[in-house]
C-alpha cells in the first residue's frame, strides 16, 4: 500500500510505539487521526494538521467519537492501527480477576471493537488495512506476563482469522509482534516487574522508532505478520522445535523476577 495521502487512525498515539508511528506516518505522507487517554500527551505527540480525540478507548462512546470525526475530517480509513495495550505483571494463578478483565477489555476487545467500527467502512471502498500491535509474546508465552501472553495471543488469532473472513473484501491485516521495546510500558504495567535479566538484555531491545519504521515498511508491502527485530523470529523457532528447553529457560529466568 502507498502510504501517501492515505487516512491512518492509530490508537494509544500519546507516547511510545503509538506516538513513534505517528511521526514516521507523517513523514511517509499520511493524513492522521490519533487518539489517547492522555489529552496532554496527544497535543505532544501529534504531528502538524493531525485530528486528536482524546478519551478512554475501552468506553464506546469514546470509540464511536474516534471513528465518527475521522470520516467527518477525511472520508475514508485506510489504515487502523491497533495499538492501545498494557501490560499486567502478575502471576496468571493470582491475578486479581477485575485487572485481568481491565487488560483484555483493553488489549483485546477495544481492538475488536474499533475495528467493527472501521472494517464496513474498508469493505464499502474495497480496499484497507488492519494492524494489530501484539507482542512477542503473543508468539511465545512470557511466564511473567502470561496474562498479557494470554490477550496478544488471543489478540493474533483474531488478526489471521480476520484476514480469512476479509480476503475476498479487499481489506487485509496485518500482526505486529515486537520484542522488548525501550518505551514506558514496563512504568506503566499494573502489578510487578519484569525479571531483572530480561531488563539487562540488549540483543532484542529496540527502539519506538525502529519498531515504527518495521509497521510501516510491514503496511507498504502488506505484510501478514512483522516480527521486530527480525532475531525474534529466533526465540520464536526456538519455542517451536525445542519447546521443553525454552520453556525451561523462561521459567529460570521467572524466579528471578
Known amino acids: 500500500m502507498r502510504i501517501d495521502g492515505k487516512v491512518v487512525l492509530i490508537t494509544g498515539a500519546s507516547q511510545g510505539i503509538g506516538a513513534a508511528c505517528a511521526a514516521e506516518f507523517a513523514r511517509a505522507g499520511a493524513r492522521l487521526s490519533l487518539t489517547a487517554r492522555s489529552a496532554e500527551g496527544l497535543s505532544k505527540a501529534a504531528p502538524r494538521d493531525s485530528l486528536v480525540t482524546a478519551g478512554d478507548l475501552t468506553q464506546e462512546e469514546t470509540r464511536r467519537s474516534v471513528v465518527e470525526r475521522t470520516l467527518q475530517?477525511?472520508?475514508?480509513?485506510?489504515?487502523?492501527?491497533?495499538?492501545?495495550?498494557?501490560?499486567?505483571?502478575r502471576p496468571s494463578w493470582s491475578a486479581p480477576l477485575d485487572e485481568v478483565r481491565w487488560l483484555?477489555?483493553?488489549?483485546?476487545?477495544?481492538?475488536?471493537?474499533?475495528?467493527?467500527?472501521?472494517?464496513?467502512h474498508m469493505r464499502a471502498?474495497?480496499?484497507?488495512?488492519?494492524?494489530?500491535?501484539?507482542?512477542i509474546a503473543g508468539k511465545m508465552a512470557l511466564p511473567w506476563l502470561t496474562v498479557y501472553s494470554a490477550s496478544k495471543f488471543a489478540l493474533g488469532a483474531l488478526t489471521e482469522g480476520m484476514r480469512m473472513e476479509l480476503r475476498r473484501d479487499g481489506v487485509g491485516t496485518m500482526i505486529v509482534c515486537p520484542g522488548y521495546v525501550r518505551t514506558a510500558f514496563q512504568q506503566n504495567a499494573r502489578g510487578g516487574s519484569p525479571p531483572e535479566a530480561m531488563v539487562r538484555a540488549r540483543r532484542f531491545t529496540i527502539t519506538a522508532e525502529q519498531c515504527a519504521s518495521a509497521i510501516r515498511k510491514g503496511v507498504e508491502r502488506d505484510a501478514r505478520t512483522?516480527?521486530?527485530?527480525?532475531?525474534?523470529?529466533?526465540?520464536?523457532?526456538?519455542?517451536?522445535?525445542?519447546?521443553?528447553?525454552?520453556?525451561?529457560r523462561m521459567a529460570a529466568l521467572n524466579q528471578t523476577a
Open 226 to 248: 512483522v516480527v521486530t527485530p527480525r532475531a525474534g523470529w529466533l526465540l520464536i523457532a526456538a519455542m517451536r522445535l525445542f519447546p521443553a528447553f525454552v520453556e525451561a
Open 73 to 89: 475530517r477525511y472520508g475514508s480509513i485506510d489504515v487502523l492501527i491497533n495499538n492501545a495495550g498494557a501490560g499486567l505483571y
Open 125 to 135: 471502498r474495497r480496499s484497507g488495512m488492519i494492524v494489530n500491535v501484539g507482542s
Open 104 to 120: 483484555l477489555e483493553l488489549n483485546l476487545v477495544s481492538a475488536l471493537a474499533m475495528c467493527q467500527l472501521v472494517v464496513p
